[in-house]
């Protein structure tokens, strides 16, 4: 852990708005980022409903935390002693916000600006990733998924999403006839409801999976979801994928020492 920052309330206060608007409220030596946030003490609320699923003990562990936002689950890692911590996320501002977070706090965190597309570029995997309120911002979110576990991931997979429609989650045959469609219509069945325009007034809101499609596309992935400690929260293993994906997203390649060009497979 780095040296904790030596400045004073009014300097926090006035940094933190610097950087605009906060989504994760964050107490930077008695400053929330987000007072008024619409969700309250986000991520904090969440967080205490599903912390006790994650190690306590996370010494000599890396940990990968793909979109950071503004740093709350990177420092909580690092917190409980992982070794290495790389948060990534696209949103430069947000990036700016962690950055300024881990310095008040004292927490040595490398962050970077990726997209979850090309997390291939990192070239390792990492023994903790956490992949929480990402996917529902995604055009293509299974392809994420897939991306994660073929490149990322290496054994423990924390997953979130918003999820809306039923809770219930229907035990579904491995095949059905093709004249069979009723179980398209229990409110069990895995449905990943296509946002066309914007909800909650968010234009990168794509998509809602109700509880059932979250389980269903990250066993698809290749992740045994091992316990649910919050609706909306998956603890997983990385296993391997149980049918090949077809899926193909190319990394990156690198030219000259830039990320321009050409990708390669």
Not at 107 to 125: H, K, N, P
Not at 136 to 159: G, K, M, N, Q
Not at 193 to 221: C, G, K, V
Request: hydrophobic share 40%; net charge negative; glycine share 6%.
């Amino acid at each position: 852990m780095s040296k904790a920052s030596a400045m004073s309330k009014a300097q926090i206060r006035a940094r933190a708005a610097a950087l605009g608007q906060w989504f994760h409220n964050i107490d930077l030596d008695g400053v929330p980022t987000a007072p008024d946030h619409f969700l309250h003490d986000y991520p904090n609320v969440k967080w205490r409903r599903f912390e006790h699923a994650i190690p306590h003990d996370l010494t000599g562990r890396t940990v990968l935390d793909i979109g950071c936002n503004g740093g709350f689950y990177s420092m909580e890692m690092k917190r409980r002693g992982a070794e290495r911590v790389l948060g990534i996320d696209f949103d430069a501002r947000y990036l700016a916000q962690a950055r300024f977070a881990a310095e008040v706090k004292g927490y040595d965190i490398e962050f970077r600006q990726l997209s979850v597309y090309d997390v291939a570029e990192l070239g390792e995997r990492f023994d903790v990733v956490l992949f929480m309120g990402v996917l529902y911002h995604l055009r293509h979110p299974l392809l994420a998924l897939d991306l994660i576990h073929e490149h990322v991931t290496r054994d423990f997979f924390v997953f979130q999403s918003m999820q809306r429609g039923s809770p219930q989650v229907d035990e579904v045959r491995a095949d059905y006839d093709f004249f069979e469609d009723a179980h398209f219509d229990s409110p069990g069945y895995p449905k990943l409801h296509f946002i066309e325009h914007r909800y909650a007034s968010d234009p990168t809101n794509w998509w809602a999976p109700n509880a059932a499609a979250s389980a269903a596309m990250l066993r698809s992935a290749g992740f045994e979801v091992l316990q649910q400690p919050e609706e909306e929260v998956f603890i997983c293993r990385h296993l391997e994928r149980p049918e090949p994906s077809g899926a193909v997203y190319p990394a990156r390649r690198k030219i000259n020492g830039t990320g321009e060009g050409s990708r390669s497979a």
